[in-house]
Structures are given as structure tokens and as C-alpha cells.
């Protein structure tokens, strides 16, 4: 589930590459600027390290490394970065999505699955597209009405809805060429994560795991919207004929009347393609509810939940899983980004898959048969000692099934995950995936009479006995061990090379670059931007997260960014106005950081959100889409607001304009 953690609505940040930006000699990006808009085909995905001023799909490339081959910043110029444009959007909601750029034009989605098109150089809207969710929908959502991308394909652009359609909207325009229910809308689906685009086919999966629905990922006919097949991720009513063989095989790992409440395993956000193998690579989500005794009382595996599962992309065949939480009891899913990879182990070649899901552990496996190769904890896990190198199971400790014993089991991760949706980024000059993880657990405890909502959550588990504790030394101790950090991790050896800290588990997006040509790091507190080894990790997102309770919370949140006398040093000046503001900062432990300017930079009271772009060749993050410039050192902010969240978040452009 994205993000589930109640008292946690956070909002990442993936740094992207620029669009319009022209490397010396690059004939080739100048030939596409007359091309039809998002002119976009299979040709072009397999040769996109040829452009590496277009970021034309959700993680580049087919692989999703998140690599950026530019050169142009580098530790000496990346301080110099400086704001150029935004683009103000309309909603205070939470903003996700990994902006696509082709051509010069960039294509985003935003809260209420809204999606732009602005002109990359000057940020001028070209067009803008409402797909009018009905308000109420949101309440289907465990985690706000994100929208986490579109694809393009071919002249269209395409849209996962929160209330489950699937629309193709023309390049040009806007307007839309088709839309396709893709749910049965009696059941509580939503859709917030991007679509992939493989060989003519717009694949598209759900969410709602918590909510009572039965997961699946679909693929429709770019040009017609035709459903062309389905795949289901658990098994249905056993008394009705099973879709395909690898379900009748699956529903021998489920016991009681599973399929009541759907099952869960959602396909919520990775679907990832390999041309090279010709295979699609699925993460599913969790059971419904967690709690395993309450959705399959005898046990067992349950599958196909939090798994990877390889599919045919053409008519969605099965062809092998690797379940990485048999039975899961704990919201470990396996929806993390996936990466492929090609490496050496053990002296030999390898075609690879990694995936740092929210179980803790970090997983390589051989992507052609889904062997493990190995897996090796990223973070601090209680649940299990490790895998077992044989048969790929976890060695679970006894003591973390409190759904068989009906004791409380205090766990790491929890539901927040180790690391959950935000994009992670493997830099094959380094050989290292860059990874921003979560460190918080939880109290899990079984509830007593678990009975179905129709509104709320539906886990079987007991949040009152996993709340925070009163007496104050142990709710600070609980509240210090919640942090983060960046891991620079070897996937080879299996261990971390590096790290850095941060005093919140809240995490943005991460982009490596081809730029850095040796060690540094500089910045400091929760934004900052580390140099390694010719790569160049960007990351930033400052976010103040308060509770759930009614009315708390600044009405205004003011920003004033001010000028530094180091160049690199970093900082920001905050001033909170509002009702209960302080009670607010004291619980959060909110702190500021990061900025260089030569003025003052204001936000206004009513801000919504911006989109920050540089003028002579940009780079894109999502959340709320920001940019920088080569120039002057300037201050800049985003301010974000939502129900429960109110978020600060930075991006940084790939062209050294005029250098």
C-alpha cells in the first residue's frame, strides 16, 4: 500500500533529467524538434541513451535506472544553480508524479489525476486536461489522490484516473481521443500510479488493497482503448472457473473464503519492461486484510501477494514469480520500483532485476528465471534473520506472526516499509543503487472481532495498541529512532557503502547522473546534495507532517529564504503563522535547510504549488515539478499544502546554460 502509515502522508520527490537540452554535435535531438508532439514509438524508447535530453518514459528507460548520462553539472558549477521559471498549479494536495519530457514539451499529472503540457524552455502552459474525479472518491484512497505519471506513445498521452478510467489524450491538444473504464466501480479501486507503454499495449494495474478489491494488471490497445488481456494477481471464488492455470495453482496457497474481500495484491506502481528478454515485471501488493489469519485462517502463502511476477507483455501469460513475503502479516508489498540490470557475479554475466521493497530487504534476482541470486537486509529488520540462499524463503522469527500467537509484536520496518514508492537509481558507472529508505516500525497486534468497513481501512489490525505510549522518556525514545537516510548500496556485495543521515524517515525521489567526477558531499539537515564517485545524487524534500486530529495545524505557512555569507553553506528562514502552529513545530521537530540566494524570496499566503523550470534547458522532479538554472545562486521554495502535510521540495537542471 503507498505510504500507509496513518499518521504519515509523505510526499516524494524524484529528480529527473532536462528536456531541450542539447548536448555539442546532438543532431539528432535538434531533427525530433519538428517532430509531432510525444512522437514516441518502440524505436525510439530502445535508443533513448541516444537522447539523453528526454526523459520519455517513467524511469527513462525500459530499465528505470533513473540514470542520467549528462555531464554538464558538476561539483564545481552545482552550486551555482538558480530558479528560472514556475508554473503555479491549482490543487493542495499531494503531488507524485515523474514528469515525462519529450521534445521540449513536459507532460505531468497532478492530485485529482489533472495532467499538463508546458513548453520546457519558458514554461508556458500549452494545455491542461480535468478528467472531473467526483470529490468523492477520495474517500476510496488510502493515501490522498496522487497521480504518479502519464506515458506517452505515439502522439498520446495517457492517464491512469483515480476513479479507475484509462484515458488517451492527443499530444497536441489535449483533448481526449479515448477513455476506458478499467474497474468495476461497486468495488473500492483507485488508480495513482503511472502507465507503461510496451509494444503498442498501455498497461495499467490498481490500488485499493486495503479497501476489499482483487488485484490485476490490464493492457489496452494504444490506439483503440480495447482491452487486449488481464492478469489477475490472486485467485477469485474458487467455485466460478479459475482465468488461468497459474491461478487454479495459486488458490491452493489460500484457505477460508479469501475471495470475499478481493484478496488484495495490487498492481499499484511497478510494472517494468525487459526488450531484451521480452518479459514484464509486476510488483504486487499485500493481502486484505494484513493480519493473514483473518484472510486465510489456515495460513499458508497466499498467492500471488507481494511478489514479482514475470508476464509475456503481449497476451499477459505467466511465466515465473518470486514471492518475497509468503504470507504476509506486516503491509510488506512488493510494489518498490524495480531496476534492471546487467552485472557480473561470480565471474560471470548476469541479467538482473533489483528491487529494496518495504520488507527490508534488498533483493537481486536472475530476471530471465527469477532464481535468487541473493538478498541481504538494507535497513533494520526484526521480522526475519534472513533468506534462505536455497529455496529463497525468508527465515521468519516466531515472535513476528502476533496473528498466531495473539500477542503484539513491535517490528522494523512497519507499514511505512524500509522503502516504499519513492524512485530509487542504480548508476552503472558507479555500480551502486542509490536508495532513500525509511527507518520507523510498528506495534502489531490482531483485532479482536475484525469485521468488514465500508469506509476505512480494512487491515484486522488493532491501531489503538500500536499508538504512541504516554509516558514521555518512552515516546522519545520511540520518536528518535524514526529517521532515514540515503544508502549508496553494492549490489553485488551486498552491503553499504555509504550513507547519509536524516532526522526523518521522510524521503524524496533519487536521480544519479553521469556528471561527478570525485567524492563530495556538502549541504546539510534534510535537503542536500551528494556527490560520489561520477555520480551526483540529488535529492531534497523538506515536509512538516502533523496528526490527524481536526483543525491542528498552521492556517499559513510563510517562507522567507535569505542570503548566506558561504557560498555552500546552506539555510532557510522560517516563520509559521496560524492556530496551533508551535504545538505543531515542537511535535513534528520540523527543521529548515538548504538555500543560497542573493534576495529574499517570499511565498505568498495562498500558494499552491509550483512548477520550477530553467529557461535555457531543464531538468524535472516530481512532486511538485521544480527546476533550477545555471546562474546567480538564488533562494527558492515550494510550498505545498494539503490536509495533513505541508512540504518544501527542490529539483536541479541539467544544462549549464552558456558554459
Not at 147 to 170: E, I, M
Not at 348 to 360: I, S, T
Request: glycine share 10%.
Amino acid at each position: 500500500m503507498q505510504r500507509k502509515m496513518f499518521q504519515h502522508f509523505a510526499i516524494g520527490l524524484a529528480l529527473l533529467s532536462s528536456a531541450g537540452c542539447h548536448l555539442p554535435g546532438d543532431n539528432r535531438e535538434n531533427s525530433k524538434s519538428a517532430a509531432a508532439p510525444a512522437s514516441v514509438d518502440e524505436t525510439r524508447m530502445l535508443q533513448a541513451d541516444q537522447e539523453p535530453g528526454n526523459w520519455m518514459s517513467y524511469g527513462r528507460t525500459y530499465s528505470e535506472q533513473r540514470f542520467s548520462p549528462l555531464r554538464q553539472i558538476n561539483e564545481q558549477n552545482v552550486g551555482q544553480l538558480g530558479l528560472a521559471w514556475y508554473v503555479d498549479l491549482d490543487a493542495r494536495r499531494g503531488q507524485e508524479a515523474t514528469p515525462i519530457v519529450v521534445d521540449g514539451v513536459m507532460y505531468f499529472s497532478t492530485a485529482w489525476s489533472k495532467v499538463f503540457a508546458v513548453n520546457a524552455a519558458r514554461g508556458e502552459k500549452l494545455w491542461s486536461y480535468d478528467p472531473k474525479v467526483p470529490p468523492e472518491w477520495a474517500v476510496k484512497a488510502c493515501c490522498d489522490v496522487v497521480n504518479r505519471g502519464v506515458a506517452v506513445w505515439r502522439g498520446k498521452v495517457f492517464v491512469g484516473t483515480l476513479d479507475g478510467r484509462l484515458v488517451a489524450l492527443d499530444a497536441s491538444t489535449g483533448k481526449p481521443a479515448w477513455e476506458t473504464l478499467t474497474i468495476d466501480p461497486q468495488y473500492r479501486y483507485t488508480i495513482t500510479g503511472a502507465p507503461r507503454v510496451v509494444k503498442g499495449k498501455v498497461l495499467i494495474g490498481n490500488g485499493g488493497a486495503e479497501m476489499g478489491v482483487r488485484g490485476y494488471v490490464s493492457a489496452y490497445d494504444a490506439d483503440t482503448g480495447k482491452l487486449a488481456w488481464r492478469f489477475y494477481t490472486v485467485p477469485g471464488d474458487p467455485s466460478k472457473p479459475f482465468e488461468s492455470p497459474a491461478l487454479e495453482k495459486a488458490a491452493k496457497t489460500w484457505s477460508g473464503e479469501w475471495w470475499k474481500l478481493g484478496g488484495g495484491g495490487t498492481v499499484w506502481d511497478s510494472i517494468v519492461y525487459d526488450p531484451e528478454l521480452d518479459l514484464l515485471y509486476i510488483g504486487t501488493g499485500n493481502g486484505t486484510p494484513w493480519n493473514r489469519r483473518a484472510r486465510s485462517p489456515q495460513g499458508r502463502d497466499n498467492l500471488f501477494t507481494s511478489s514479482i511476477v514475470a508476464l509475456r507483455p503481449e497476451t499477459g501469460e505467466y511465466l515465473w514469480h518470486y514471492q518475497e513475503v509468503p504470507g504476509d502479516a506486516w503491509d510488506y508489498d512488493s510494489a518498490a520500483p524495480i531496476i534492471l540490470a546487467d552485472i557480473t557475479v561470480g565471474g560471470a554475466p548476469r541479467k538482473v532485476l533489483f528491487q529494496a521493497p518495504k520488507d527490508g530487504y534488498f533483493y537481486v534476482l536472475d530476471r530471465a528465471t527469477g532464481e535468487v541470486i541473493s538478498a541481504k537486509p538494507y535497513t533494520t529488520v526484526t521480522w526475519a534473520t534472513g533468506i534462505d540462499p536455497t529455496t529463497g524463503r525468508p527465515l521468519e522469527n516466531a515472535s513476528a506472526r502476533y496473528e498466531e500467537g495473539g500477542k503484539a509484536a513491535p517490528l522494523v520496518p512497519g507499514p511505512l516499509g524500509g522503502h516504499s514508492w519513492h524512485s530509487m537509481s542504480y548508476s552503472p558507472q558507479t555500480g551502486l543503487v542509490y536508495i532513500p529508505v525509511q527507518e520507523a516500525g510498528f506495534l502489531y497486534k490482531s483485532e479482536v472481532h475484525f469485521q468488514e468497513r465500508n469506509l476505512a481501512f480494512n487491515t484486522a489490525i488493532d491501531f489503538v495498541a500500536g499508538g504512541m505510549p504516554q509516558r514521555p522518556e518512552v515516546k522519545k525514545s520511540i520518536l528518535d529512532s524514526i529517521k532515514g537516510h540515503l544508502s549508496a548500496w553494492d549490489p553485488i556485495q551486498q552491503k553499504e557503502i555509504w550513507r547519509v543521515d536524516r532526522s526523518s524517515p521522510v524521503n524524496g525521489g533519487i536521480l544519479s547522473t553521469a556528471g561527478i567526477s570525485e567524492v563530495r558531499q556538502y549541504a546539510a539537515a534534510h535537503g542536500h546534495i551528494s556527490v560520489t564517485s561520477r555520480a551526483i545524487i540529488l535529492e531534497k524534500c523538506f515536509t512538516l507532517l502533523h496528526g490527524c486530529g481536526a483543525g491542528r495545524g498552521p492556517r499559513r505557512l510563510q517562507l522567507r529564504l535569505r542570503k548566506l555569507r558561504q557560498r555552500r553553506q546552506a539555510g532557510l528562514a522560517c516563520q509559521f503563522e496560524g492556530e496551533n502552529a508551535a504545538d505543531v513545530l515542537q511535535a513534528t521537530g520540523f527543521e529548515c535547510g538548504f538555500a543560497t540566494s542573493e534576495r529574499k524570496y517570499a511565498a505568498p499566503a495562498n500558494h499552491h504549488g509550483h512548477v520550477l523550470v530553467a529557461a535555457d534547458g531543464v531538468a524535472y522532479g516530481s512532486g511538485d515539478y521544480t527546476a533550477l538554472r545555471v546562474g546567480r545562486p538564488q533562494l527558492f521554495a515550494l510550498v505545498g499544502s494539503i490536509r495533513f502535510e505541508i512540504a518544501l521540495r527542490v529539483a536541479f537542471e541539467y544544462k549549464i546554460s552558456g558554459r
